[in-house]
T-cell receptor, first 114, second 115 residues
Framework: AQSVSQHNHHVILSEAASLELGCNYSYGGTVNLFWYVQYPGQHLQLLLKYFSGDPLVKGIKGFEAEFIKSKFSFNLRKPSVQWSDTAEYFCAVVRFSGNTPLVFGKGTRLSVIA | DTEVTQTPKHLVMGMTNKKSLKCEQHMGHRAMYWYKQKAKKPPELMFVYSYEKLSINESVPSRFSPECPNSSLLNLHLHALQPEDSALYLC??????????????FGSGTRLTVV
């Protein structure tokens, strides 16, 4: 079965620190990859997505992610976090073809402290 | 219109009540989904409708009853819920049948509290 692993359960950073959140998936075929963010008490918002092409994708709010096919990874990065980035971050994967819906990782809680 | 609209945004219901959640999209998407999300947990898939037909039921208890009256509407009928069913219920849609080609569009959710 397809699975998505997010290695960090809770990350605590100071403002202006750099961020990298790990995401690995288990499926070996063609996949589409997503990062969603959920601010406290709010709904899921799409940060960025990778379908094909340049493996380095840029999203909203200064986030980017790099798809490394050989490592089955899609890590999320931001050079300098802000207090307002405090949120839950979910990686999600879906097979390009097939009948398996979107699968979410367990999420990483990011707390940014001043 | 590039949105998925969910109503109501908040719902408080007793364990003997019957209520319905509504989801609407006018993007011509072919698949629609219900997810349940508990606090600080990832969304969990409940149901998938493809071309208005139920294609996936993730062993959801029968007190949750989905309905897809047409290609734009998805309902979730609730009856005899338990307090542990309190959660954020998310609706999503996708242009293709799994979201693999273009991804999902999520609604803002209905925050349900069962008392």
């Amino acid at each position: 079965a397809q699975s998505v692993s997010q290695h960090n359960h809770h990350v605590i950073l100071s403002e202006a620190a750099s961020l990298e959140l790990g995401c690995n998936y288990s499926y070996g075929g063609t996949v589409n990859l997503f990062w969603y963010v959920q601010y406290p008490g709010q709904h899921l918002q799409l940060l960025l997505k990778y379908f094909s092409g340049d493996p380095l994708v840029k999203g909203i709010k200064g986030f980017e992610a790099e798809f490394i096919k050989s490592k089955f990874s899609f890590n999320l990065r931001k050079p300098s976090v802000q207090w307002s980035d405090t949120a839950e971050y979910f990686c999600a994967v879906v097979r390009f073809s097939g009948n398996t819906p979107l699968v979410f990782g367990k999420g990483t809680r990011l707390s940014v402290i001043a | 219109d590039t949105e998925v609209t969910q109503t109501p945004k908040h719902l408080v219901m007793g364990m003997t009540n019957k209520k319905s959640l509504k989801c609407e999209q006018h993007m011509g998407h072919r698949a629609m989904y219900w997810y349940k999300q508990k606090a600080k947990k990832p969304p969990e898939l409940m149901f998938v409708y493809s071309y208005e037909k139920l294609s996936i039921n993730e062993s959801v208890p029968s007190r949750f009853s989905p309905e897809c009256p047409n290609s734009s509407l998805l309902n979730l009928h609730l009856h005899a819920l338990q307090p542990e069913d309190s959660a954020l219920y998310l609706c999503a849609s996708s242009q293709d049948l799994t979201g693999g080609a273009y991804g999902y569009t999520f609604g803002s959710g209905t925050r349900l509290t069962v008392v």
